[in-house]
């Protein structure tokens, strides 16, 4: 626990309230959302968590806000691209489609 109480599991839960506010508010606005990996770091420490883990639980998240994400790594770290995911049409056969 921190000081203030909390466990860091709640400060986590906590960090992905805030994200998800961040990201949802950005999708309003643009197709795409870029999150940093000071920002990832905060729900999801590279520490504690193995890379493809990592990877496994950001998409997660975004299945679970009706998003994608698409995970990069480059020389300036890595950063997640959130997008909405686009309904399904009658002529898609039941395929989603992530909006280019």
Known sequence: MDNSGKSR???????MKTLAKYIA???EER??????EDDLERCWPRKKIARLE???KIRSFAESQSWTATILEGEFGSRAIFRKVEPVTANQGGASVVPS
């Open 31 to 36: 197709a795409f959302c870029v999150v940093f």
């Open 54 to 56: 990592c990877e496994r």
């Open 25 to 27: 508010t950005q999708l």
């Open 9 to 15: 599991a709640g400060m986590i839960g906590e960090e």
